[in-house]
């Protein structure tokens, strides 16, 4: 839990406005968390967000499993960009579509309305909006994010790119 995560931003910014109905499970561990933790009392959420620490992959992909959504509300930090975005895609491989800020390395790893949604970083009432309004298949979310970035088709598009033959690589 690191800043450009936007995770304390997202509990202030958009959690009082969704409804009752809207449950946030936090996972991970790191330097916001007690900033986390007072975003959740200052807006009176200990009902409603839930800080769960470190996840095996047992939990993880149990929780994954039942998830409606999984959140990405990053925010610019400079000096910290955000990367290529894999935990958007180890979700959306399983079906769970992704709400995560137009932003840096999840601009490729969301399939914009597909196998989630890009939205505007820091835009509250974008959001609030997304999340509330979300309607995906979970087939088809898992089905697309499989098909865009299955290895085999990656590393032989990687190979074109640099103009290697498949007989050329090393090891073959």
């Known amino acids: 839990l690191v800043r450009r995560k936007g995770v304390a931003w997202f509990v202030s ?3 009082p406005s969704l409804g009752e109905e809207f449950v946030c499970l936090v996972g991970g561990a790191g330097e ?3 900033v986390i933790k007072q975003a959740i009392a200052a807006n009176g959420l200990q009902r409603r967000v839930f800080m769960l620490g470190t996840l095996d992959e ?3 992909r149990a ?3 039942r998830a409606d959504l999984f959140l990405m509300p990053n925010i610019p930090i400079d ?3 955000e990367g290529f975005g894999i935990s958007a895609i180890e979700a959306s491989s399983r079906g769970v579509p992704v709400i995560a800020a137009n932003i840096e390395g999840l601009r490729d790893a969301v399939i914009d309305g597909v196998s989630g949604q890009l939205v505007a970083t820091q835009d509250g009432d974008a959001w609030i909006e997304a999340v509330s309004t979300a309607r995906f298949d979970r087939t088809e979310v898992a089905r697309e994010t ?3 970035f299955d290895w085999d088709r990656l590393v032989g598009e990687y190979l074109e790119f640099f103009g290697i033959s498949p007989e ?3 090891g073959a």
């Open 32 to 34: 916001q968390g007690h």
């Open 58 to 60: 047992h939990h993880k």
């Open 63 to 65: 929780l994954l499993e």
């Open 13 to 15: 910014e958009v959690m």
């Open 146 to 148: 499989l098909l865009r």
């Open 168 to 170: 050329r690589r090393v």
């Open 79 to 81: 000096g910290d960009a």
